[in-house]
């Protein structure tokens, strides 16, 4: 990634202390990937705006006060590691969980968060073995359909939580299926990223 090119969007108004730790983040996904297959290779070229940008959005629903904060299925650390590197700035308060089953990708995430000094813990299960987190915000990028996804929030957000999931063109198409098996509340923010994509925040899950 080339720095210089870099564009930061104006929605991310974050002090270039926070900046230099998520370009400090590209560059050891961008050391460790070959190792590990982190992201795609060709996502390596476009890892600002297709990973970090795309991440970086979910902040703009994150409540006054996320407290404790779950990220499911957390891979090379999109959205979570992005997320917990704005939190040090905007809520230094918030603590991040990332649940991550693949034991490399585990180690990178602990390294990551140790090298960038951002308060993380990491699990290294799968979600099915994961206890009830009982945290204030769960966010999962990429990781199943709504329907899933209500279920595993219904099992680890507190009552008045907030699930914050990135989807894609089929995002209404997942919304009414994930209707016919929960009950919950729903808006839509439309995508930085993708003018197909949007981003859900989902309240109030319960069984239908």
């Known amino acids: 990634m080339n720095r210089d090119e870099v564009e930061v969007p104006a929605w991310l108004n974050v002090s270039r202390e926070t900046l230099e730790r998520l ?11 070959p190792a590990i297959n982190l992201i795609s290779k060709s996502g390596i070229s476009e890892i600002w705006d297709r990973h970090v940008i795309d991440s970086a959005q979910i902040i703009r629903k994150m409540p006054s006060a996320a407290g404790l904060w779950c990220d499911l299925g957390s891979g090379g650390g999109f959205p979570g590691i992005v997320l917990a590197i704005l ?10 969980i990332l649940v991550e089953a693949d034991r490399r990708k585990s180690v990178f ?4 968060s140790r090298l960038l000094d951002i308060a993380v813990s990491v699990k290294t299960l799968r979600i099915e073995d994961l206890e009830p987190q009982n945290v ?10 709504l329907s899933t996804l209500c279920g595993y929030a219904y099992r680890h957000l507190k009552p008045q939580g907030v699930a914050i999931f ?4 089929a995002a209404t198409r997942e919304i009414e299926a994930a209707q016919k098996l ?3 509340n729903c808006d ?8 197909e994509a949007v981003v859900l925040a989902v309240r109030g899950i319960q069984r239908a």
């Open 166 to 169: 990135p989807k894609g063109a």
């Open 188 to 195: 839509a923010m439309q995508s930085h990223t993708d003018s």
């Open 109 to 112: 995430l602990s390294e990551a």
């Open 87 to 96: 939190a040090k700035e905007l809520q230094p308060e918030t603590r991040m």
């Open 136 to 145: 204030d915000v769960l966010t999962a990028r990429a990781l199943a359909p």
């Open 182 to 184: 929960w009950r919950f």
């Open 23 to 33: 370009f400090a983040y590209c560059a050891l996904v961008e050391k460790w990937n």
